[in-house]
């Protein structure tokens, strides 16, 4: 089986100051991870995903993840937040193997960048 | 959201009607997928589609119905044996290579009244 957790439900970070949202999985073989955010009342946005290769990844809006394979995590961060990134955030992994292709997604962590 | 439309954006029921939730992609994506969101949690899977005229439960499947009749429609209905359908009703799509990601359309805001 394959699991997710954030845990952190919020996240709080003054604008220009680094942020990271952790997230850590369960998979019984090797993962694929992906970070995911929402606006309100909007759908998910893809920002980035780890899939092998590189352990640091590189994806949207200036956004970056750490996969970490000792630790089971996979910590979205970025060097300077804006306002504009107050959002909700998703972490989703998916096994390999996983026959349908489903992904697992985390609870969620919502970030509130301040002026 | 680009090449995945989900209409209508909101919809409002009545208790013990069945309700049709659509969605299309034009991104030529093989596979389908239905998220259910509540309010503070993440999101769980209703169904899924890999190919047209197939499809498997998810999560939550009970009270819920799909059909997948052409590869770039997958309706779902909500039907009235389905406990508490208030929530926030996402559709998404990939191309079914192994690495290849999930892209979400803009979602429907269901309200049973």
């Known amino acids: 089986a394959q699991s997710v957790a954030q845990p952190e439900d919020q996240v709080n970070v003054a604008e220009g100051n680094p942020l990271t949202v952790k997230c850590t999985y369960s998979?019984?073989?090797?993962?694929?991870l992906f970070w995911y955010v929402q606006y309100p009342n909007r759908g998910l946005q893809f920002l980035l995903k780890?899939?092998?290769?590189?352990?640091l990844v590189k994806g949207s809006y200036g956004f970056e993840a750490e996969f970490n394979k000792s630790q089971t995590s996979f910590h979205l961060k970025k060097p300077s937040a804006l306002v504009s990134d107050s959002a909700l955030y998703f972490c989703?992994?998916?096994?390999?193997?996983?026959?349908?292709?489903?992904?697992?997604f985390g609870g969620g962590t919502r970030l509130m960048v301040k002026p | 959201d680009g090449g995945i439309t989900q209409s209508p954006k909101y919809l409002f029921r009545k208790e013990g009607q069945n309700v049709t939730l659509s969605c299309e992609q034009n991104?030529?994506?093989?596979?389908m997928y239905w998220y259910r969101q509540d309010p503070g949690q993440g999101l769980r899977l209703i169904y899924y589609?890999?190919?047209?005229?197939?499809?498997q439960k998810g999560d939550i499947a009970e009270g819920y119905s799909v059909s997948r009749e052409k590869k770039e429609s997958f309706p779902l209905t909500v039907t009235s044996a389905q406990k508490n359908p208030t929530a926030f009703y996402l559709c998404?799509?990939?191309?079914?290579?192994?690495?290849?990601?999930?892209?979400f359309g803009p979602g429907t805001r269901l309200t049973v009244l």
């Open positions: 998404a799509s990939r191309v079914n290579g192994v690495t290849d990601t999930q892209y």
């Open positions: 998979v019984s073989g090797n993962p694929y």
């Open positions: 780890y899939i092998t290769g590189d352990n």
């Open positions: 989703a992994v998916r096994e390999i193997n996983n026959a349908g292709n489903m992904l697992t």
């Open positions: 991104l030529n994506h093989d596979a």
């Open positions: 589609s890999q190919i047209v005229n197939d499809f």
